[in-house]
T-cell receptor, first 112, second 113 residues
Framework: AQSVTQLDSQVPVFEEAPVELRCNYSSSVSVYLFWYVQYPNQGLQLLLKYLSGSTLVKGINGFEAEFNKSQTSFHLRKPSVHISDTAEYFCAVSKGDDKIIFGKGTRLHILP | DAGITQSPRHKVTETGTPVTLRCHQTENHRYMYWYRQDPGHGLRLIHY???????DKGEVSDGYSVSRSKTEDFLLTLESATSSQTSVYFCAISFDRGSYEQYFGPGTRLTVT
């Protein structure tokens, strides 16, 4: 069975500093990987996705993620965060069937 | 805006009463999903549908039933609500399975007293 682990439940970062949100997955087959963002009192929005090809994926709002098959990781990064990036971020994995499995989320707190 | 609406957006109900939540889409997507979101648990899949009258269970389906009589509507029913079902419920749609991203509705906050 596949699973997703987000290693940090909360990450505080100063404004304009870089950030990395960590995600590891387990699966015995090839997977598709996603990062979603949830702003307060809203539904989830897709940030970026990895299906195949280049292991560095660029998404919206300046975020990017790198797929590392040997380490089964898909960490999310941004070189300089803004107060508007305050949100909860979810990593998700699919093996191409009917379902996507979500991690438990990482809350990103931007400090002034 | 992915053309997904959920109703009601907020509901307070008493233990033991039936509750139905509605998800409506205008995108004609084949796949529809119901999740619940609880602190510390992320999103957990309750039920999903891969076509009209075609549904299947997710990881937390006990106490919930679903119906899909039209492509655009996916109903989630709590036959007899319990306090453990207090949660935020999200509907999502997807064009197809697996590699296709899901688009989420705004959520329904349900409180069972």
């Amino acid at each position: 069975a596949q699973s997703v682990t987000q290693l940090d439940s909360q990450v505080p970062v100063f404004e304009e500093a870089p950030v990395e949100l960590r995600c590891n997955y387990s699966s015995s087959v090839s997977v598709y990987l996603f990062w979603y963002v949830q702003y307060p009192n809203q539904g989830l929005q897709l940030l970026l996705k990895y299906l195949s090809g280049s292991t560095l994926v660029k998404g919206i709002n300046g975020f990017e993620a790198e797929f590392n098959k040997s380490q089964t990781s898909f960490h999310l990064r941004k070189p300089s965060v803004h107060i508007s990036d305050t949100a909860e971020y979810f990593c998700a994995v699919s093996k191409g069937d009917d379902k996507i499995i979500f991690g438990k989320g990482t809350r990103l707190h931007i400090l002034p | 805006d992915a053309g997904i609406t959920q109703s009601p957006r907020h509901k307070v109900t008493e233990t033991g009463t039936p509750v139905t939540l509605r998800c409506h889409q205008t995108e004609n997507h084949r796949y529809m999903y119901w999740y619940r979101q609880d602190p510390g648990h992320g999103l957990r899949l309750i039920h999903y549908s891969y076509g009209v009258k075609d549904t299947d269970k997710g990881e937390v389906s006990d106490g919930y039933s679903v119906s899909r009589s039209k492509t655009e509507d996916f109903l989630l029913t709590l036959e007899s609500a319990t306090s453990s079902q207090t949660s935020v419920y999200f509907c999502a749609i997807s064009f197809d399975r697996g590699s296709y991203e899901q688009y989420f509705g705004p959520g329904t906050r349900l409180t069972v007293t």
